[in-house]
């Protein structure tokens, strides 16, 4: 490992003690008993190369800047390509302007784990995928962020550090929530549903709700769904927060506000003023229970909208029928 001051530390890989530190710049070093022999490079006061042998087998081989050539499950790695590969890279990088070296673990082409050691050999975060938690420090050691959720860890492959995107959103997978606490106040939080916001956000402190990606009053966003009005959010001018409201209630609240248009057999297709779809209430064969789904808002008969939950549009002149549906 790089340590400061020209430093670099060895371990012997056997945990017994005799593991040392000495000054080197430049040259070899060979640790070796009669079970195991460690073999290390050192340029510029950083090890380059590092190979373990153990009972004359060759348990791994560390080579940074290189990929392995002659197979095998060895850690090798090579800046902006390396697809596919087990291996490590080692990048001089800057965190928030302060320089350092970028080490990132790979496995069958997925960045595994990432850490940054600034110059002066403090270690300014230790990720691992799918870790929910992380810290990160400035030089002194001091928390620089507190971060809650997952990393977004795809398309890592040039050795760059996880934090050197330009919103800070983006360093999240964005599927799970995520939180982000400096100096012990929460400056972001929030999720994605798809592409669209969801929940509860704070940004820069400030705190606003969304369903669907359309912000909402709290009042409105906190009001539970078997509370909420059918007419009275047909009623409202603007379009986005009411099919956002809609979006909260089933089917079946919708089809009660609205008027039935076609009958058949035990199917009815409704039309409601203000919403931007038709429903058709279906029946289950098996369980008696009924079922409403969205169709589209020029369907004319009920038939018609069943055959397009099925994927089928005009064109086909054939439509589906079941010898037996269950």
């Known amino acids: 490992m790089f340590m400061p001051n020209g430093y670099v530390a060895v371990s012997n890989g056997k945990s017994n003690g005799r593991s040392f530190c000495d000054q080197l710049m430049e040259g070899k070093i060979v640790i070796q008993s009669p079970q195991f022999k460690r073999i290390v490079y050192v340029k510029d006061g950083q090890i380059i190369d590092n190979k373990l042998i153990v009972n004359g087998r060759r348990k791994y081989h560390i080579v940074y800047g290189e990929f392995e050539k002659d197979g095998g499950n060895i850690v090798r790695f090579r800046k902006g390509s390396g ?10 990088e800057e965190l928030f302007g302060r320089k350092g ?9 997925r960045l595994n784990r990432q850490k940054f050691v600034y110059l002066n050999g403090r270690v300014a975060y230790d990720y691992r995928y799918h870790a929910k938690e992380c810290v990160v420090k400035d030089p002194k050691g001091r928390v620089l962020f507190s971060l809650k959720g997952m990393l977004d860890c795809r398309r890592m492959w040039d050795g760059n550090v996880i934090f050197n995107k330009e919103k800070m959103v983006d360093w999240f997978l964005t599927i799970r929530p995520f939180e982000v606490w400096k100096h012990g106040k929460l400056i972001l939080a929030g999720q994605y549903d798809g592409r ?10 400030k705190v606003s709700y969304y369903e669907k990606g359309v912000p909402l009053s709290k009042k409105l966003y906190e009001t539970p769904p078997e509370k909420l009005n059918v007419k009275d959010i047909l009623a409202l001018n603007n379009a986005q927060s009411r099919m956002a409201l809609l979006s909260k209630l089933p089917p079946g609240r919708i089809a009660e506000a609205g008027r039935v248009v076609h009958k058949q057999g035990d199917m009815r297709l409704y039309d409601i003023d203000g919403y931007e779809a038709r429903i058709l209430r279906v029946k289950c064969p098996s369980t008696g229970s009924f079922y409403y789904l969205n169709v589209p808002h020029d369907s004319a008969h ?5 055959q397009w939950t099925f994927h089928v549009g005009d064109d086909f002149r054939k439509p589906i029928r079941f010898v037996k549906e269950t």
């Open 196 to 205: 669209h916001r969801t929940g509860r956000w704070v940004e820069n402190g």
């Open 101 to 109: 070296v970028c080490h990132g673990w790979y496995h069958n082409g």
């Open 83 to 92: 697809k596919g590969k087990h291996g490590k890279s080692r990048t001089y």
């Open 302 to 306: 009920c038939e018609q909208a069943r």
